[in-house]
Each structure stands twice: as C-alpha cells, then as structure tokens.
T-cell receptor
Framework: TQLLEQSPQFLSIQEGENLTVYCNSS?????LQWYRQEPGEGPVLLVT?????EVKKLKRLTFQFGDARKDSSLHITAAQPGDTGLYLC?????????FGAGTTVTVRA | GAVVSQHPSRVICKSGTSVKIECRSL??????MFWYRQFPKKSLMLMAT?????????EQGVEKDKFLINHASLTLSTLTVTSAHPEDSSFYIC??????????????FGPGTRLTVL
C-alpha cells in the first residue's frame, strides 16, 4: 500500500488569505489526483498531475507535482468562503487509489 | 460528463435488517467501480473493488459476507449491508472509473449514502 501523508490536518483562515496544502509520500506515483469534498457529498475531482515538476492552475488554485513524483502541493490564492471543504490527495496503481487523511479547510468571511 | 449517482442518499434501518445501496454511472460505462466508507471528518477507506461480471475484490478486514457487492452491468453496482448493526452506520461512497478515455487513476464519485442503523 502506498501511503500519502497530508498536512496540515486542519486549516482555518480569513477570506483573502492564501493557503497551501501538502501531500507527501515515500513512494513514486505515476499520477496524483486532488479532490475537494463538501459535507454530506462525494469528493469532486479537481485535477490530475502526471509529470514530475508539473504545475497546473485552476483559477485561484495552483497544483504542483514534485520532480520525483513523490509529493504534491495545492496552493489557493485569495481564499473565499466557497473554498471551504475537505481536500484530499490520492494516488495509486492498478486502478486503486490511496487517499491521504485529508485537510479540512475553513475560510472565514 | 462523468456523473455518478447513488440511491438512496439517506437510509435509516433497524438493527438486523439488510440495506441495498445502488451506484450508477449515468453518462459513461464503468468496468470498475469502487466502494468506500468514510467516518466523520476522516478520509475515505476503500472497502472493495467491483468488476463487471466478476466477483468483487475486498480489502483486508472487510467481511465479504457482510458487505455483498454485485456489479451486474457496466453502469450499475450495488452494495448490500446484510444484518446491519449500529457499528455499520457510516457514510458509504461509490466511485467509477470510465471504461474508455481515461489514462490515469481518475475516479468519479457518487454523492454518498448516509446509513444509520438504530
């Protein structure tokens, strides 16, 4: 089983501030996904990163895949209350995904 | 595209009864579907991998006779919690991996089913 460690576990910030969530592993992944989940709903796929060193942007969200493909980060610029949720990184092989423990992000208005 | 539905969204049942949860891929075919369990403020725990036309593969520690999985078609998988007990109360989420057009381990998730066993 490939383990993914996410940090921090909880993050509470004021609207307009920036935040970064980290996802680390000792294993190499062919790809990593980031999901956001709101209470009582299923996770929604935000992005897939596949190339070492890759940077992808989705509006105010910036995703980076480490050069060695063992880690990834999610950076949110000028966070808004709508960004509140549980952020999960996931990766794996043979079609199965291993999930990080998740980062609960709360953006206060 | 890539929409997955689950039914029911919530279910409350008495201890000892069985509950069936359906997972459907609405606009794509899914050779493989996955069933997860999630505890409050925790991450997803994979229970089993469901393959169309074959037996499900269960993760270690998951009782296959307790959690029956059937994947009868490329768009439907069902999870039946048999003889449910209060400790089975949880949020159950399914996901589906498209049969075609996906190069990586992307999965699309249903909205989840909240099971409460009294």
């Amino acid at each position: 089983t490939q383990l993914l460690e996410q940090s921090p576990q909880f993050l509470s910030i004021q609207e307009g501030e920036n935040l970064t969530v980290y996802c680390n592993s000792s294993s190499v992944f062919s790809s990593l996904q980031w999901y956001r989940q709101e209470p009582g709903e299923g996770p929604v796929l935000l992005v897939t990163v596949v190339t070492g060193g890759e940077v992808k942007k989705l509006k105010r969200l910036t995703f980076q895949f480490g050069d060695a493909r063992k880690d990834s980060s999610l950076h949110i610029t000028a966070a808004q209350p709508g960004d509140t949720g549980l952020y999960l990184c996931a990766g794996g092989g043979d079609y199965k995904l291993s999930f990080g423990a998740g980062t609960t992000v709360t953006v206060r208005a | 595209g890539a929409v997955v539905s689950q039914h029911p969204s919530r279910v409350i049942c008495k201890s000892g009864t069985s509950v069936k949860i359906e997972c459907r891929s609405l606009d794509f075919q899914a050779t493989t579907m996955f069933w997860y369990r999630q505890f409050p403020k925790k991450s997803l725990m994979l229970m089993a991998t469901s393959n169309e036309g074959s037996k499900a593969t269960y993760e270690q520690g998951v009782e296959k006779d307790k959690f029956l999985i059937n994947h009868a078609s490329l768009t439907l998988s069902t999870l039946t919690v048999t003889s449910a007990h209060p400790e089975d109360s949880s949020f159950y989420i399914c996901s589906a991996r498209p049969h075609e057009g996906v190069s990586y381990n992307e999965q699309f998730f249903g909205p989840g089913t909240r099971l409460t066993v009294l």
